[in-house]
């Protein structure tokens, strides 16, 4: 049984990084979670190449980096080389998926497509060969903090029978809202792989949220 608690950066206090990363890595988690905008596929900017770097610096935790850009592709190379192993990149801004998918692997990254709330599955389902994750937002991307969005959890219902269908051992993570309330019954529905960022650096004790976060989990078998 995998389960997989990502902390997403985005709600972490910058001025102390280092502690916070220490802090996601004493608390279990499994990767660490990166938000890449660029103020035009969504309405916000945060962090590049520099960010990844110095988290690459701070942690050996797989970074699971996460492209919200149009022409996501400018990025690739210059991404892997600063320590990232994963790169999700959004169908809506890929026309050309299929070769972007190739190319992350080839990098040595794994290759993730993420599909906004009103994306439909069918966006992905030509590509499933190619996939090594499938993001499924539960909020629009853009900002920490949002409400998750109840029905995505029967998208994730559908994208883990589209993976079975095709045999595919791609990782399914759901983002955005997660917290102890929405977990389980996204895990449920078939994901493995749970970011959370307010849930976890705007707990009293963010430590402990990633393994109760966990713990909803396991005892919702
Ligand atoms: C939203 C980002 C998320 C964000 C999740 O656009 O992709 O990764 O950090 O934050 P929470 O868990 O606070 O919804
Ligand atoms: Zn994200």
Known sequence: MTIRIVPSILSADFAKLGDEIAMCEAGGADWIHIDVMDGCFVPNLTFGRKVIETVRRLTKLPLDVHLMVVQPEKYFDDFATAGANGLTIHAEASPHLQRQLVRIRELGC???????????????????????LLLIMTVNPGFGGQEFIPYAVDKVRRARLLLDEFQSAAVIEADGGINRETIAEVWRAGADTFVAGNAIFSAPDPRGEISALRELCVVSV
């Open 110 to 132: 794994r290759p993730g497509v993420a599909l906004n709330p009103s994306t439909p599955l069918s966006a992905v389902s030509e590509v499933v060969p190619d996939l090594g």
